[in-house]
């Protein structure tokens, strides 16, 4: 049952979320604290989840990486010369550290909830350090992004199956990355570890982690509601499932996808999220 803030009661009592929330914004580097409250206060929204990125802004300067990098983007049809610098500087501005979350989360605790982030693509050993660091700072769920971590699940099960083991012991929300992104990644071919069908396997052995899939598989400017439905059937079949629709508000307005999620019975399963500043409050 959803409650005035667009949220389903379940969900809402649990993350300790009241009135109209956001459960999707970016407090990137960028943007300074007085920028972020302005803009959150200003859409009258009461509560919303800080979400942080552990991406690595140097991994393209590895030049065996960047080799790999560009021949992806060639094979994809991506012949732009500018393009692997395109994707450093999304890499750079994207990344957010969970201590940034976590400390806005200190001084406004009454508006914030903070999401951590780890990078599954990582020796093991940081993986680790990286959750002991998680649940030393109180965060309240975990964040991936395999585009912009560069991995994929389906390769990356040991490290993937070690973050769910902690969302299950520690009762945290893991939210996962569907569908493209912005830059290079705009090419499906580049995107396609963040298809929600590679989910399934975590999904169906971790039925106790509550999974949020964030663009609901759908952001693409190429071809909006690209995994759509690949979302929708896991949100179907798996009751620990949920989706945003951050960037993508359009899945609740266009006739095809709203009717899709209504016949699906899935509507109280949709939380609202803006992805600020990306796309804005």
Known sequence: MAT??????????????????????HPLPILSEEELLEAVRGAL????????LDVEP???EDEEKARSFVEE??????????????????????????ERVAELVRRHPDLFL????????KPMSYVIGKLREIEDLGL???KLIPTLQFFCPSKAKKALRKVLKFCERAGMLVMFHTGCDPGP?????????????????????FSKVRFILAHSGSYSARAPGIWFDEALELARKHENVWLDVAAVPYLLTEPSFARALRGAGLMDRVLFGSDFPVIGV
């Open 114 to 121: 903070g999401f951590g982030s780890v990078n599954p693509s």
């Open 73 to 98: 983007m060639l094979n994809a049809g991506i012949w732009d010369v500018k393009a692997l610098d395109v994707a450093k500087e999304l890499l750079r501005r994207a990344r957010t550290p969970n």
């Open 58 to 60: 140097e991994e393209l």
């Open 140 to 142: 309240s769920g975990i």
């Open 45 to 52: 929204v009461e509560r919303c989840i800080l979400l942080a």
């Open 185 to 205: 990644w705009e090419a499906p071919a580049l995107s396609k570890c963040a298809r929600p069908s590679l989910l399934a396997p975590f999904v169906r052995s």
């Open 4 to 25: 005035d803030s667009g949220l389903p009661r379940e969900l809402l009592i649990d993350l300790g979320l009241k009135g109209i929330a956001d459960v999707h914004v």
